[in-house]
């Protein structure tokens, strides 16, 4: 997978697959409420399963190279994301820092 960084946006581009449990700011939102201007996109939708085979990553960007079926790279806006969903985002550094930790930074400390 390619991920262009957008002259406009802010930040590098990242992407970064990661399980829905746990994170308020996607379960129980569609994929549109759980988009973040400036900070995060879900790309794709899947069932979370176990850790892949090392030998199925792709070592640049982490993720899997393999294509379990069920994993939707054209998820419906409407699409509710669940605790047992797993997402990957096109994300900032500064996105993917609110994701793991829930801390919104203050906007002074704002990273471009």
């Known amino acids: 997978m390619v ?3 957008d002259p406009h946006a ?3 581009a990242l992407a970064r697959e990661l ?6 700011e996607l379960e129980g939102r569609s ?7 400036n900070e995060w996109r879900v790309l794709s939708v899947g069932a979370a ?3 892949a085979d090392p030998s199925f990553m792709d070592t640049l960007t982490g993720l899997r190279l393999d294509r379990r079926s069920g994993f939707d790279w054209r998820p ?3 699409r509710v994301l669940r605790a047992a969903d797993q997402v990957v985002l096109a994300t900032t550094g500064r996105g993917l820092d609110i994701l793991m ?4 930074p203050h906007p002074s400390d704002r990273r471009d």
């Open 3 to 5: 991920i262009e960084r």
């Open 10 to 12: 802010r930040g590098v």
């Open 101 to 104: 930790t829930g801390v919104q």
């Open 49 to 51: 399963g176990p850790a």
């Open 31 to 37: 994929v549109h409420e759980a988009f973040r201007e």
């Open 19 to 24: 399980d829905v449990a746990g994170h308020p």
């Open 76 to 78: 419906a806006q409407g």
